[in-house]
Every structure is written in C-alpha cells, then in structure tokens.
C-alpha cells in the first residue's frame, strides 16, 4: 500500500539555523512527492515538487527538499529559518489507485521557528 | 482572482442533523476535490468531481455522505444524520486540468465541522 510518513509531530529550530523536515514514502512504481504548507486558518499552500530529473528541487519562499530514492525519503529543507516559517507542513504522494490520481498525506510536521 | 472559497469556516451540527459544506473553486477550474483530516491525522482523499460528474468517489464513505457539482454554482459535500465520528476539517482543492500526477492543487481554508 502507499504510504507517507511523517515521523516528527513538531520541529524546533532557532531563527537564521538551518531546518530539516522528514518524510520517508511507500510507493509502488516511481514516486510523485508534493509538499504543501497550512499556516493557521488557511487553506494548503503548495511549495514544491518532484517528478523526475535532478534530485535538488527548489521551491517557493526559499524552501527546497532532496529526493532520496535509496533512502525513500524527501526531506524538506531551508538553509535559514525565518519565524514566519513557523507554519504545518505536510508532505505528499500522488497515487493513480482507482484510476485516478489523488495525494496521500502524511500527519504533518508542525515547525516552529524560535526568534 | 480569488482562491478555493469554502463556506462556512466553522459549523456545529447535532447529532442527526444534516451538514451542508460549500466550495467554490478558483476562476476556470472545473475539476474539485474534497479531502478529510480527522484529528491528529493527514488529509484523507474523499472524491473528486469534474462539472455535473463524479470522477472518483472511492474515498468517501458508503452510507450518509454524498457530493455534486453541479453546471451553475458551488460543489457540495453532503453529510446526512451526522455522527460524533464525522467532526473534522473538510478541505477542498480545484485544479484547471483533470487530475495527474504532476500538478499541485489550490486548496481552500477548510470547513471546521463539530458534530456536539
């Protein structure tokens, strides 16, 4: 079965230090990863994906996440946090199960930045 | 250009009443999809509709829930005879294109639905 996972509940990280948040998929074929940003009371935003070609992928508000494919992983990074960083993050899949294509989420990761 | 528009933010329904949820995608997209988050969950996929069809309803459940888009107006999620088990955040996405596995979505600011 599919699956994403998202194996910290919250991150802490210092203003200007550099953030790292998991995830780690299961998939059957090649993987489509998506993550997505849910500040309070506001819809998902996405921020960036992989489809295929250079593992680095670059996305907005200076975030980027590294494709992983021995270690299943696509961890979302930012070289220096900013408080208005803090914010839900999720992690994605896209699945074609039934025909269609529809993302799987993980539970989310909730990332603080402490000024 | 407004975004994914969901109403209402919050709603409170009695155990056994009916929750009306409303979503009305982004200018020129036809395609929406709904997705659930239960509490200290992720979003789950319920169904994804194109105007006046359902594409894919496999993530909804069999009995009391129901969805349309109709020609004119905004998609409807449909929660008959609401139990305790149904309070969640009810999200909605809308895309120009049908469904694949490259595009993201706009998401909407959810529907917060208690059931007391």
């Known amino acids: 079965a599919q699956s994403v996972a998202q194996p910290e509940d919250q991150v802490n990280v210092a203003e200007g230090n550099p953030l790292t948040v998991k995830c780690t998929y299961s998939?059957?074929?090649?993987?489509?990863l998506f993550w997505y940003v849910q500040y309070p009371n506001r819809g998902l935003q996405f921020l960036l994906k992989?489809?295929?070609?250079?593992?680095l992928v670059k996305g907005s508000y200076g975030f980027e996440a590294e494709f992983n494919k021995s270690q299943t992983s696509f961890h979302l990074k930012k070289p220096s946090a900013l408080v208005s960083d803090s914010a839900l993050y999720f992690c994605?899949?896209?699945?074609?199960?039934?025909?269609?294509?529809?993302?799987?989420f993980g539970t989310g990761t909730r990332l603080k930045v402490l000024a | 250009n407004a975004g994914v528009m969901q109403n209402p933010r919050h709603l409170v329904r009695r155990r056994g009443q009916e929750a009306r949820l409303r979503c009305s995608p982004m200018?020129?997209?036809?395609?929406v999809y709904w997705y659930r988050q239960l509490p200290e969950e992720g979003l789950k996929f319920m169904v994804y509709?194109?105007?006046?069809?359902?594409?894919?309803e496999s993530g909804m459940p069999k009995e009391r829930f129901s969805a349309e888009f109709p020609k004119e107006g905004p998609s409807i999620l449909r929660i008959q005879q609401v139990v305790r088990g149904d309070s969640a955040a009810y999200f909605c996405?809308?895309?120009?294109?049908?469904?694949?596995?490259?595009?993201?979505?706009?998401f909407g600011s959810g529907t917060r639905l208690t059931v007391v």
């Open positions: 998939v059957s074929g090649n993987p489509y």
């Open positions: 996405a809308s895309s120009p294109l049908p469904s694949d596995r490259e595009d993201g979505y706009t």
């Open positions: 994605a899949v896209k699945s074609d199960t039934s025909g269609t294509y529809k993302y799987i």
């Open positions: 200018k020129g997209h036809s395609h």
């Open positions: 992989y489809i295929t070609g250079d593992n």
């Open positions: 509709l194109q105007k006046e069809n359902i594409i894919d």
